[in-house]
C-alpha cells in the first residue's frame, strides 16, 4: 500500500478513536512484511493507565490475524502537531521487527518520518534475554 492510502486509513480510524479526555484522535496502520494491513485507534479510560494506544491496538490487531512480521507503520494525529509513538509502543513495534520505518503525520498536513531504531536505540530485545535468539 502506498503512504498516502496508508495514511489515509490512520486518518478514518483516528475518527472513530475514543478519546473523551484527552481529545487527541489518534488512527494506527501497521504494515506487515506480507502486505496486509491493519488499523488501530486509541481508546482512553478514566484510569489513564488503561488506556490504549492506537500504534499498539494497530499490532495487536495485526497479531490477532496471523502477522507475526511488521514493516512500516503510519501514525496519524488528528491535532496540530505530528507526534511520535510513546516508549511503549515504540518497545511493541520493536518486538515485531528488526527495524521499521515509521510514518507520522497531522491534521496540518505536515508529514514526517523516521525508522524504529532512531527512535529506540539499543532496544530491549529477545536476543536480551537470556536463552532466545
Avoid at 489518534?26 to 485507534?41: L, P, Y
Avoid at 490504549?52 to 496519524?76: N, T
Avoid at 505536515?110 to 539499543?122: A, H, K, N
Wanted: hydrophobic fraction near 40%.
Amino acid at each position: 500500500m502506498d503512504e498516502r492510502n496508508l495514511f489515509a486509513v490512520a486518518e478514518q480510524t483516528a475518527a472513530v478513536a475514543y478519546a473523551p479526555y484527552s481529545k487527541l484522535r489518534i488512527g494506527c496502520t501497521v504494515e506487515a512484511s506480507d502486505g496486509r494491513v491493519f488499523q488501530g485507534c486509541n481508546v482512553e479510560n478514566a484510569s489513564f493507565g488503561l488506556t490504549i494506544c492506537a500504534e499498539r491496538a494497530a499490532v495487536f490487531h495485526a497479531l490477532s490475524m496471523g502477522a507475526k512480521k511488521l514493516k512500516r507503520v503510519a501514525v496519524y494525529s488528528s491535532g496540530d502537531q505530528v507526534i511520535t509513538p510513546c516508549g511503549a509502543c515504540r518497545q511493541v513495534l520493536a518486538e515485531f521487527c528488526d527495524d521499521m520505518e515509521i510514518l507520522m503525520a497531522c491534521s496540518t498536513g505536515e508529514v514526517r518520518r523516521t525508522r524504529l531504531s532512531t527512535l529506540l536505540p539499543e532496544a530491549f530485545s529477545k536476543k536480551s534475554v537470556p536463552g532466545q535468539s
